[in-house]
Every structure is written in C-alpha cells, then in structure tokens.
C-alpha cells in the first residue's frame, strides 16, 4: 500500500461545522470545518485517519472478543498472577455483568474505537458533497467513508447487538447521548451504508492497494445479509464477486497470508488491515501478544527470526486449543501452516509443550514490531459463503463446487456430503479450519445458533482436564467459568455512566 494511506494524519476530534455567516471569522489556527475540509487532499487525509482505528482494533482487541471467546483458543495459565485478567474472563466466558453492562476494559475499547471511525466517517460524510473536486475521487472517498462507517456498526452489531446509531456529526455535549436503537435499524443502516459504498467503490484492479473496494463493499453486505439469513439477496452478491471481481485463492495457503514486508493485498485479499515494520509506529506486534510464555530468547528466535530476540515473561492468550488442533482432518495442509509447537523450558507445566498461531509468526527484523498485514476477508470465505447460501435455500449439490475448491487447496477430496444438513456441517467446519485464528468462529456461533451447545460442552471438557487445556498441574479453572454464554457482550460500564439510554 502507498505510504500516503499508511501515515496518515489522526483526526482527534470531530470537526465542528461550517456557517453560512460570511461575517464569522473562522481562527486560522485551529482546524476546523471552515479551514481544513476545502479541497480533495483533505477529504483524503481525512478517509486515512478513519481507517487508523482498525490497526489497534485488530492487533489489540479483536482476537480477544471474536476467537479467544471460543472454542478455538484459550489462554495459559499462570498461577503466579493473583488477579484475573480481562482476557481470562473473556476465555472463561465469565465475564462480570450488572444491570446490562461490564467494566471488562477490552470490551470498553472495542466501542470506543469503533465509535471512533463512525466519527470520522460522519465528518467526512457530512461535508465531502459541498465541495467541489474531481467526481470520481469524490465518489472513491465517499464509498470509503460510507464502508468503514458501516464496517464499524457491524461490528457493534455482532458484539452488542443494540447500540446508538450515530449518522451525523455531534457538535454539541446533548447531541452526545442518543437511545440503542434496535438490531434491526442498526442492520438497515449497515445494508445501506455497504450498498451505496459498493456502487461508489472501484475494483480491486483499479483501487489503490490497502484501501476498500467494491468488492469488499459486496462481501461485507453479503457478511450482514448471511448474519439476518437473507440467502437470496447474499447470494447475488456473491456470485457477483466471484464472476466479476478478480479475486483468486492463492495456490498455496501460506501465501494467503502476507509477510511482514511482502506479499500484502495479494489477488486472494479481499479486506485487510495494513502494518508497516518500523520505527514509524505503524507496525503491529500481535505475535508477541499471543505468544505462550514465559519464553526465552533463545526459545523465541527460531519464531521471529529477529536479530535482537528478548524474553517475554508474563501470562499471554490465544493458545490454539486441543479441539482446533482436532478438528482438522488428517492430510490437511492447513494444520501445519496454522499451529506450531514451542517448548517452554522455564513453564509450570509438566508438558512444557505449548501450541501456537504459526500462520502469523512471520519473520522480521526487530523485537515487538511486526509489518504483517491481518486479514478481514479472504476470497476463500466469499466462497464458502456462497457455499453455505446456496446450501441454506435447499441446493447442497450447488454448494459443493465452491466448498470443494477450498478443500483442494488444502489437499482434501472432494466433500462426501449431499444432504442439506450434512452439507451444513461440512461447510461449518471448513469454515472452522480454513479461518481459523481470524476472529470468526465466536460469530459463527453465534449467527448459527450454536453458542450454548458447543461452548457448554467445550468448558465442560477444559473443567473436567484442566491440564489440558494449559493449566499448571493443580490448576483449575475459576468457578464461574462457562457462566456466561449471552450471544452479545454487555455495553461498556463507562460509556452506560455517561449516557441516560443504557
């Protein structure tokens, strides 16, 4: 991606509106509406800074909220921590609700960020047609702003269900609280935004890399049509990507994934957020964040290959589980390019064997700052979508061919399933294997309806074997764990004391 998405200017604060006043003065050393939104490089700096958020959101918050809170990943315990951390409770699914909300911090900034981009979508939304530029750039950067608008509540959606629905700028402290409105109109909303982006949207071929494009407009509204079980209108869209957008699997699974300083945007990427290794401050460092630790220098070079490798002490999240390791089938290239094996010399544990997400254990230069980029959509999840609408309107023979072309990738045979319903779960579980530690799987769970079946019976397993799931022997799980299994996360405690409505 051009270095002008990636540095990019960080909106602080929402620009306050223009007058028609001709006698007011605007200062001319603030940034304001009157003096910064007046010509096309300012929309562009302004379409970069809503897209910033979504470094922190991926890298930070999202495998927590959207993989760990499953049965793909757990954390490894150590007992040497007295308190409970915010991400044990997430795993545990026990996480503290009163009255409707949490003080749970990583639920707390997931809101905030997204609310971020909404706001700086909202300013850009509100001013872009007053001023006069180059129409086709013009309507690039206000698909854009419209996507990562509608990108953001569905995101909101799928983790709280009902949230307020900002459309415009708040200019004033009242304007600040709004009402949750329903799921239904916080999904109206995402259709709309998402449609209008992707008529707005260039292709793939013709977009700058690292930004949106029409395609990832159609994916992402076929994302929201699958969640409300409107197959028809998914499927439309989705044939249309696969037909129309230039979209390819990569031959092999290993290149679908960018390393941290090439390979980003490739013909399978549909949507993926960018990182810069460097001093820059635009790297990313999710691998250290996921790491089973405590770990040496020595243990950790042969996973980074950096030329300054330092322990790393502490209690990290996101262990691959011994279900995920399950699930895949024998054969499957997948399992050894997604999960590697580390042993942890200095553990608790008598197996000092730990698992770990290899798929993003990219090498690169220095310690704690990784450039590889996360991927949102994949050309492979368009078609097992596809697979799965045409299998939900009663076409299961439909379905395979698009089922089987992720499978033969990974050197599978052709799926045996012909029945609608065994069809459902081979494309349930491909989806698990294929996407796994891409922040999926807590919501398939939940847009399947199988949240208190399979997590019911996956903490029964990690209460019953403690020590297989990562624990130090003598090590249990807290009471409460597996308590909680609401299919939406609490509004963030913080946020319900500044608003009247929740």
Same mark, same amino acid.
């Given at each position: ?15 306050? $509106? ?17 003096t910064f939104f007046t010509k096309e490089a300012d929309f562009q700096q302004a379409v970069n800074g809503a897209y910033v958020p979504l470094r922190t959101i991926f890298n930070d918050r999202a495998w927590a909220l959207g993989e760990m809170h499953s ?10 921590? $007295? &308190? @409970?951390? *915010? ?22 900034q997931q809101f905030r960020l997204d609310y971020q981009i909404i706001a700086r979508a909202n300013q850009i939304l509100a001013l872009i047609d007053k001023v006069d530029f180059n129409a086709a750039s013009k309507a690039n950067l206000k698909g854009q =702003? ?16 009902? +949230? *307020? ?10 304007? =600040? ?10 999904? &109206? ?19 700058? /890399?690292?930004? %949106? ?5 159609? %994916? ?13 209108? =998914? ?7 696969? =037909? ?33 290794? $460097? ?10 964040? @996921? ?7 020595? #243990?950790?070079? !042969?996973?980074? $290959? ?21 699930a895949y089938e024998p054969g499957d290239k997948r399992k050894d390019i997604s999960i590697g094996y580390v042993t942890l010399s200095q553990s608790a544990r008598e197996n000092k064997v730990y698992p770990y997400i290899k798929k993003f254990a990219k ?11 996360? !991927? ?10 596809? /697979? #799965? @609408?045409?299998? #939900? ?5 439909? &379905? ?65 074997? !403690? ?8 090590? +249990?799980? *807290? ?24």
């Open positions: 991606m051009k270095k002008k998405l990636i540095f990019t200017w960080l909106l602080g604060v929402a620009l306050t $509106g223009c007058t028609k006043d001709f006698l007011t003065v605007a200062p001319e050393t603030n940034l304001s509406s009157a049965d793909n990943t757990y954390y490894a315990r150590n007992i040497l921590f $007295g &308190a @409970v951390d *915010p991400t044990e409770n997430i795993a545990d699914f026990a996480i503290p609700v009163a009255n409707g909300v949490t003080a749970n911090d990583y639920v707390l =702003a419209l996507f990562l608008r509608a990108f953001a509540y569905f995101e909101l959606g799928r983790y709280f269900g009902k +949230v *307020p629905l900002h459309l415009v700028p708040v200019t004033s402290r009242e304007d =600040a609280a709004l009402p949750l409105s329903s799921v239904d109109e916080v999904y &109206a909303q995402i259709i709309k935004d998402a449609a209008e982006a992707a008529k707005l949207l260039p292709n793939k071929a013709k977009q700058e /890399a690292g930004r %949106v494009t029409s395609g990832t407009a159609k %994916v992402m509204l076929a994302n929201a049509y699958i969640v409300q079980k409107k197959w028809a209108e =998914a499927e439309a869209l989705l044939k249309d990507v696969v =037909a129309n957008d230039g979209y390819i699997l990569m031959p092999d699974y290993n290149d679908a994934f960018s390393t941290s300083t090439g390979n980003k945007n490739n013909q399978e990427s549909v949507f993926e957020i960018q990182y810069l290794e $460097g001093s820059a401050g635009y790297n990313g460092n999710f691998i250290y964040r @996921v790491i089973p630790t405590p770990i040496t220098a020595a #243990e950790l070079q !042969p996973i980074t $290959g950096t030329a300054n490798p330092q322990s790393i002490s502490g209690e990290n999240n996101n262990i691959p589980t011994p279900d995920i390791i399950a090498p690169h230069a220095q310690h704690n700052n990784t450039g590889n980029n996360w !991927p949102v959509y994949r050309h492979a999840e368009t078609l097992l979508f596809l /697979a #799965e @609408v045409l299998n #939900e309107q009663g076409k299961p023979a439909d &379905a395979a061919p698009y089922l089987n072309q992720v499978r033969a990738r990974a050197g599978l045979a052709p799926t045996k399933a012909t029945s609608q319903t065994d069809m459902r779960d081979a494309i349930y579980q491909e989806r698990r294997v294929e996407l796994a530690f891409e922040n999926k799987r807590w919501f398939d769970l939940v847009r399947t309806g199988r949240v208190q079946s399979v997590i019911t019976a996956y903490g029964n397993r990690v209460k019953a074997n !403690p020590e297989a799931y990562y624990f130090p022997k003598g090590a +249990v799980p *807290p009471p409460n764990a597996f308590t909680n299994l609401d299919p939406f996360y609490a509004l963030p405690a913080v946020e319900s004391a500044l608003s009247p409505f929740f």
